[in-house]
Nanobody
Framework: QVQLVESGGGLVQPGGSLRLSCAAS????????MGWYRQAPGKQRELVAR???????NYADSVKGRFTISRDNAKNTVYMQMNSLKPEDTAIYYC??????????????????WGQGTQVTVSS
């Protein structure tokens, strides 16, 4: 299995910044996409930002120009710099990754993993 460990959430005032990190570990052969989703109370989980192994990115319209996703392939880690935070950014942020893991010498399989989530609260 692939484990994802998130860090960097917390309480910040409107207009402030936070940086989320997510490190993947396990019998990883390759990671294709890493990304962040969020879920606010009473709402569905939504994609915030995603990045591929080739550094292609996509963002939710609500965060374009404020959030920046990046990754360190050597460390199997994804980051998200969040600037100009708004109260509506308050949510639990979940890391997500998909790729392949090594099962045996001659076999691999696809994986999709989720982190346990980190709370981001934007409030004065």
């Amino acid at each position: 299995q692939v484990q994802l460990v998130e860090s960097g959430g917390g309480l910040v005032q409107p207009g402030g910044s936070l940086r989320l990190s997510c490190a993947a570990s396990g019998n990883i052969f390759s990671i294709y996409r890493m990304g962040w989703y969020r879920q606010a109370p009473g709402k569905q989980r939504e994609l915030v930002a995603r990045i591929t192994s080739g550094d292609s990115t996509n963002y939710a319209d609500s965060v374009k120009g404020r959030f920046t996703i990046s990754r360190d392939n050597a460390k199997n880690t994804v980051y998200m710099q969040m600037n100009s935070l708004k109260p509506e950014d308050t949510a639990i942020y979940y890391c997500n990754a998909d790729g392949t893991v090594v099962e045996t010498t001659n076999s691999k399989r696809v994986f999709v993993s989720w982190g346990q989530g980190t709370q981001v609260t934007v409030s004065s």
